[in-house]
């Protein structure tokens, strides 16, 4: 009986930012590209496959080290570098410079760090002699929708939902980000020095000089800068706290905020007397949801299936691992 050979064609699909900002796209190629280059040396018949230039060059800039050792797996055929794009670019609407550009810089990057892929050479040899009438028709977008003013009486009408397929994929954080662009442009400042504070970095790459501050300031037109210190405080700063009536309030200097003891939910946050969320704001909901994570079917996830509660002093003690004895001695008078 004649045996079947399968082929697995090794890669990893990476978006560098999309839901998420650059750094973290850094530290998912840094593992990614370990994890393979590992591979590739331990097991003979296993070849990895990438492409994106800007991948490469994190991996230059954060870790040398292993960017050597691409560079010598890639010499020995065990490591190929696909296609030119410096970065996988968006289609649709690029003007064709820019698509000339991505893949321009992105092949003279490859060409420097890894030199001449001469199956690359072939492949476009290949197109050229058998498509020797091949161009782009669209410089810019604004040549591409003039030529559609010209053909609009044979276009298609379409009135549906513009984009059918993956109709949640593109849209499913839209709110998050109008967000963060309205606190972007709602900072404010009197041209004094600002109290800021520290925050839990975005990234996962083990870098000491990449810290994330958060202060209020006002931008003014043009360039800005800001050079920040930080101060380590001799104590964290304390904030009054105390329960009332079934409530834990935590009171500042212009924040007011009430916490119910039964429930853990906001009673009520005010700044400045202003009430800010709703009263049993935050409160951990459990989302109807689909398998498939690109929301192809889907452009919201809004029905509510269940609700967390806070459990119950055994049931806790349960969870957390204390004993029963433990649970006797506290309770105890």
Same mark, same amino acid.
């Given at each position: 009986?004649?045996?079947?050979?399968?082929?697995?064609?090794?890669?990893?699909?990476?978006?560098?930012?999309?839901?998420?900002?650059?750094?973290?796209?850094?530290?998912?190629?840094?593992?990614?590209?370990?994890?393979?280059?590992?591979?590739?040396?331990?097991?003979?018949?296993?070849?990895?496959? $990438?492409?994106?230039?800007?991948?490469?060059?994190?991996? %230059? %800039?954060? !870790?040398?080290?292993?960017?050597?050792?691409?560079?010598?797996?890639?010499?020995?055929?065990?490591?190929? @570098?696909?296609?030119?794009?410096?970065?996988?670019?968006?289609? +649709?609407?690029?003007?064709?410079?820019?698509?000339?550009?991505?893949?321009?810089? =992105?092949?003279?990057?490859?060409?420097?760090?890894?030199?001449?892929?001469?199956?690359?050479?072939?492949?476009?040899?290949?197109?050229?002699?058998?498509?020797?009438?091949?161009?782009?028709?669209?410089?810019?977008?604004?040549?591409?929708?003039?030529?559609?003013?010209?053909?609009?009486?044979?276009? &298609?009408?379409?009135?549906?939902?513009?984009?059918?397929?993956? &109709?949640?994929?593109?849209?499913?954080?839209?709110?998050?980000?109008? =967000?963060?662009?309205?606190? %972007?442009?709602?900072?404010?400042?009197?041209?004094?020095?600002?109290?800021?504070?520290?925050?839990?970095?975005?990234?996962?790459?083990?870098?000491?000089?990449?810290?994330?501050?958060?202060? $209020?300031?006002?931008?003014?037109?043009?360039? +800005?800068?800001?050079?920040?210190?930080?101060?380590?405080?001799?104590?964290?700063?304390?904030?009054?706290?105390? %329960?009332?009536?079934?409530?834990?309030?935590?009171?500042?200097?212009?924040?007011?905020?009430?916490?119910?003891?039964?429930?853990?939910?906001?009673?009520?946050?005010? &700044?400045?007397?202003?009430?800010? @969320?709703?009263?049993?704001?935050?409160?951990?909901?459990?989302?109807? !949801?689909?398998?498939?994570?690109?929301?192809?079917?889907? !452009?919201?996830?809004?029905?509510?299936? =269940?609700?967390?509660?806070?459990?119950?002093?055994?049931?806790?003690?349960?969870?957390?691992? @204390?004993?029963?004895?433990?649970?006797?001695?506290?309770?105890?008078?």
């Amino acid at each position: 009986m004649k045996k079947t050979i399968i082929h697995l064609v090794c890669n990893a699909h990476m978006d560098p930012v999309w839901l998420w900002e650059w750094e973290e796209g850094a530290a998912e190629a840094l593992s990614t590209f370990r994890t393979a280059a590992d591979l590739c040396e331990e097991f003979e018949g296993f070849i990895f496959n $990438h492409n994106e230039v800007v991948l490469y060059k994190w991996i %230059e %800039e954060y !870790d040398p080290n292993l960017f050597k050792r691409i560079q010598q797996l890639a010499a020995a055929g065990k490591w190929h @570098v696909m296609g030119g794009w410096y970065l996988q670019p968006d289609c +649709n609407m690029t003007s064709g410079e820019g698509l000339v550009r991505q893949i321009l810089t =992105g092949r003279q990057y490859f060409q420097e760090k890894f030199g001449p892929s001469r199956k690359d050479i072939r492949d476009i040899n290949r197109i050229a002699e058998k498509e020797k009438g091949w161009q782009i028709l669209h410089s810019t977008p604004e040549a591409h929708f003039k030529d559609i003013k010209q053909h609009k009486k044979g276009l &298609v009408r379409w009135e549906k939902d513009l984009n059918p397929e993956m &109709v949640g994929c593109y849209t499913s954080m839209i709110r998050v980000k109008q =967000g963060y662009r309205a606190l %972007e442009n709602d900072l404010t400042h009197k041209g004094k020095q600002i109290p800021i504070q520290a925050e839990r970095p975005y990234s996962n790459i083990t870098m000491d000089w990449r810290k994330r501050v958060a202060f $209020h300031a006002k931008l003014e037109p043009g360039m +800005n800068r800001f050079d920040v210190r930080l101060t380590r405080l001799p104590t964290r700063p304390q904030i009054e706290k105390k %329960e009332e009536e079934g409530f834990i309030r935590i009171c500042g200097e212009k924040i007011d905020w009430a916490i119910d003891t039964q429930t853990g939910l906001i009673g009520h946050f005010r &700044v400045d007397g202003r009430e800010i @969320v709703r009263t049993g704001a935050f409160q951990a909901l459990l989302m109807h !949801d689909t398998p498939d994570p690109w929301g192809m079917t889907t !452009d919201r996830f809004d029905k509510i299936t =269940g609700r967390f509660q806070i459990l119950s002093p055994q049931k806790s003690a349960e969870v957390s691992g @204390v004993s029963d004895k433990r649970q006797e001695l506290k309770t105890a008078p």
